[in-house]
Antibody, heavy 121, light 113 residues
């Protein structure tokens, strides 16, 4: 059974950093691209970032480029999102998702339960 | 960026009746080299993660009831729930994965009339 478990969310002040993690199990982690998708309070879904199965190719939405870094540790079946210079508009539930392909992000067939990030002074 | 626009924003349908959600992309998401539309549909219930319903515009995900169907090509797509059940109350999103940034529609809230 595929399981994705996010952790690392919390309350931080503007300008601070946070590192999200997603522990994966139930599938061969290194053979699938992975993604982060967020949902701000009262808003819809927004794709944030994706990474290929090898970790060699990464993709970002413009609003987080230069501030967020996606990475993965295939030896530990774990996905990460390092979030720096956080802004109030980054407040959201962050979901990790398993992609259906190895390289370019496509659709997500499994999602974690999400972790809440709140950026507020 | 490809903009995805869903209509309506919300709809109320009687139990057992048909629900239809439309999704329009600002550019075609059809890739002629493999004859596929890069379009997915998700169901999102409060307190739960989104659930994949449809991919490649019309392929139903394993385990999804056959009352859910997807159609369309190019820039215009439709998700149809043929006979609405109580458990189908949710927000539905279309998503294009033709290129990055992947983009979602704003969502359509489906309720029982």
């Amino acid at each position: 059974e595929v399981q994705l478990l996010e952790s690392g969310g919390g309350l931080v002040q503007p300008g601070e950093s946070l590192r999200l993690s997603c522990a994966a199990s139930g599938f061969t982690f290194s053979t699938y691209a992975m993604s982060w998708v967020r949902q701000a309070p009262g808003e819809g879904l927004e794709w944030v970032s994706s990474i290929s199965g090898s970790g060699g190719t990464t993709y970002y939405v413009d609003s987080v480029k230069g501030r967020f870094t996606i990475s993965r540790d295939n030896s530990k079946n774990t996905l990460h999102l390092q979030m720096n210079s956080l802004r109030a508009e980054d407040t959201a539930v962050y979901y990790c998702g398993k992609d259906q392909t190895w390289k370019e992000p496509h659709y997500l067939d499994y999602w974690g339960q999400g972790t809440l990030v709140t950026v507020s002074s | 960026d490809i903009v995805m626009t869903q209509s309506p924003d919300s709809l109320a349908v009687s139990l057992g009746e048909r629900a239809t959600i439309n999704c329009k992309s600002s550019r075609s998401v059809f890739y002629s080299s493999n004859n596929k539309n890069y379009l997915a549909w998700y169901q999102h219930k409060p307190g739960q993660p989104p659930k994949l319903l449809i991919y490649w515009a019309s392929t139903r995900e394993s385990g999804v009831p056959d009352r859910f169907s997807g159609s369309g090509s190019g820039t215009d797509f439709t998700l149809t729930i043929s006979s609405l059940q109580a458990e189908d109350v949710a927000v539905y999103y279309c998503q294009q994965y033709f290129n990055t940034p992947q983009t979602f529609g704003q969502g359509t809230k489906v309720e029982i009339k």
